[in-house]
């Protein structure tokens, strides 16, 4: 089971890839069109949120770096920026698909949380400042995206802003306050460094969540989409669009505002990955099965794209900034 969580957190995109896959088939062959994936989805989420709020030390953010000119323009990317960009591409391509672009809403609209310190410590950048704009972030989700999401995608979908908000609170809050506890009882009981053997796994038990709502949610949509199968190709160019739009505006901005690799690296993460948990977690419970379908190909898209962000363009990145 270690080694299977290990490997699931490695290769989630290889895995949510064939979960993909799997859900269309499954779809296609038995019809899920009339299940009702909530109770599934609450599961699912608890199953994603709870081990990954575990493992986020939020109350190291008092010793962490204090970079704030840094952490201000991340946000106001994570935020701002990426919420205009998600806006133009769900009023241009995605216009006729109304679910698909309010994902396209939601990509910009909820930023990258936890993901962001382990993306940092690949990439050789500031994690002590990660560690500030991924708390900020997470705690910024429930007063900002409702808002965001309520000005950018309600001509596509109507919700109640503050039912969105409340259930954001919930799903962040709830599992923060209990990671925190269970962290702090583990450590207690086992020591820090059983702890942090044990954190090894949280990501893998998230990706089990992940796989969840993706399989039931696809399988639900399959028979509908496989019907209109140029929805794969919009869904694919949006992301792909906002990715390459988001780091090319983060990347002269780091230049312009002489952040050092370390720094604008942290900026350019943040600014192009967005949550995949949260995401998913909320679309699944509130919003229709078509946008959940929209945001299961983030997963592989995003990881697949900051790895050759990181791995590919990072030497050239840190010469061109250093």
């Not at 990660?130 to 919700?159: E, N, Q, R």
Request: aromatic share 12%; with cysteine; net charge positive.
């Amino acid at each position: 089971m270690r080694k299977l969580l290990i490997n699931l957190k490695k290769r989630l995109y290889i895995y949510v890839l064939a979960d993909f896959i799997l859900a269309l088939l499954a779809g296609y062959l038995t019809d899920f069109s009339a299940l009702n994936i909530k109770p599934i989805s609450i599961l699912a989420v608890f199953v994603m949120l709870y081990p990954m709020l575990t493992g986020m030390a939020v109350e190291k953010v008092k010793k962490a770096g204090r970079n704030f000119r840094l952490i201000g323009t991340t946000l106001l990317f994570a935020y701002g920026v990426a919420s205009v960009t998600a806006y133009f591409i769900s009023r241009t391509i995605l216009i006729d698909y109304p679910d698909i672009a309010f994902a396209m809403v939601m990509v910009g609209a909820i930023p990258c949380s936890n993901m962001l310190i382990g993306w940092s410590g690949i990439a050789d950048a500031s994690v002590e400042d990660a560690l500030v704009i991924a708390v900020a972030g997470l705690l910024l989700i429930p007063v900002v995206s409702p808002v965001i999401l309520w000005f950018s995608g309600g001509v596509f979908v109507s919700f109640d802003p503050t039912v969105l908000a409340s259930l954001l609170l919930l799903y962040i809050l709830v599992p923060l306050a209990f990671g925190m506890l269970t962290r702090k009882a583990i450590i207690k009981r086992k020591g820090m460094e059983y702890f942090m053997d044990v954190k090894k796994l949280f990501p893998g038990i998230s990706a089990i969540g992940i796989l969840l709502i993706v399989f039931f949610s696809v399988a639900k949509v399959s028979r509908a989409v496989l019907k209109r199968p140029e929805m794969f190709l919009w869904i694919f160019l949006a992301l792909i669009l906002y990715y390459l739009i988001q780091t090319g505006l983060s990347f002269i901005t780091a230049k312009l505002m002489k952040f050092r690799y370390e720094q604008g690296m942290i900026l350019i993460l943040g600014a192009t990955a967005s949550s995949q948990a949260i995401s998913l977690s909320i679309a699944a419970t509130l919003f229709g099965p078509l946008t959940v379908f929209a945001l299961s190909f983030k997963p592989i898209l995003q990881v697949l794209y900051i790895m050759a962000l990181i791995y590919g363009a990072g030497p050239k990145i840190k010469k061109f900034l250093n």
